[in-house]
């Protein structure tokens, strides 16, 4: 049997100076079992909302098992599948531009995760037919909407 993943990010204010509110979720299914997970962060950005949703979702599993992770976040999907990761870590951590790479933070904790579990990541349509990658977006907006009630 696989566990999947459904994940998303929010962000209300992204591109501010000091970011948004944000929020992120996931929606852990296995066999007939499911579980919804989502938190709140302020003075943020959507990549990072994406990023912590993967992270929190991978941080949920209790057993060893298949992982599929399902994101519509282009910026998670193809940095595992197109080996942006591999690179950056070959290129101590700069991208193409030779910039340094944003959420370095974050994505250690995704590589070490990914180094556990070795999920499959699965790009999907967002605010499309998905009902599971719809309800991680409904999961990740309110929790974005409730740490923007926190900051007011």
């Not at 566990?3 to 962000?11: F, P, Q, R, V, W």
């Not at 944000?22 to 989502?38: Q, Y």
């Not at 993967?54 to 940095?79: C, F, M, R, W």
């Not at 719809?134 to 007011?152: F, H, Y």
């Amino acid at each position: 049997m696989i566990l999947k993943i459904y994940t998303d990010g929010a962000c209300s204010g992204n591109g501010k100076e000091d970011g948004g509110s944000g929020g992120w979720a996931a929606v852990l299914l296995f066999g007939a079992s499911r579980k919804e997970i989502s938190g709140h962060v302020g003075n943020t950005t959507n990549n990072r909302m994406e990023l912590q949703s993967v992270i929190e979702g991978l941080k949920a599993i209790t057993k060893p098992v298949k992982v599929e992770v399902y994101s519509d976040s282009t910026y998670v999907v193809n940095a595992v599948n197109n080996g942006w990761i591999e690179n950056w870590k070959k290129n101590g951590w700069r991208n193409a531009a030779k910039a340094e790479v944003k959420n370095q933070d974050l994505w250690h904790e995704l590589v070490a995760l990914n180094d556990v579990y070795n999920p499959k990541y699965i790009k999907v349509k967002g605010h499309s037919d998905d009902v599971n990658n719809n309800r991680a977006d409904e999961l990740a907006v309110a929790a974005s909407l409730k740490a923007k009630t926190l900051e007011e």
